[in-house]
């Protein structure tokens, strides 16, 4: 059974950085996509970056600049290195994969990481 387990979330006062990691499991799981989505209360769960199996990046416009995506492929995980963070960045962050299957796709959602940004 495919999972995610994300870690890295916390609090951090503004101008600061962290790291999320996913840890995909099992190790025979190999997504074409990998991504990170985050929501606040009330909102929709929103796109922030994503990875594809091709090393193609992309990500929404208000990280760009501050956010990178990257992945080892020897530890099946995928990083969210977060630089400058502001309090808009407050949400849960979420890890996607994505990968298909006879023309099907299908999505795979870690159980999400609070990460809080103080002003």
């Known amino acids: 059974q495919v999972q995610l387990v994300e870690s890295g979330g916390g609090l951090v006062q503004a101008g600061g950085s962290l790291r999320l990691s996913c840890a995909a499991s099992p190790s025979t799981f190999r997504p074409n996509v990998f991504g990170w989505y985050r929501q606040v209360p009330g909102k929709q769960r929103d796109l922030v970056a994503t990875l594809s199996s091709g090393s193609t990046t992309n990500y929404v416009d208000s990280v760009k600049g501050r956010f990178t995506i990257s992945r080892d492929g020897a530890k099946n995980t995928v990083y969210l290195q977060m630089n400058n963070l502001q309090p808009d960045d407050t949400a849960v962050y979420y890890c996607?994969?994505?990968?298909?299957?006879?023309?099907?796709?299908?999505?795979?959602w870690g159980q999400g990481t609070q990460v809080t940004v103080s002003s």
């Open positions: 996607y994969a994505e990968t298909t299957y006879i023309g099907r796709y299908y999505d795979y």
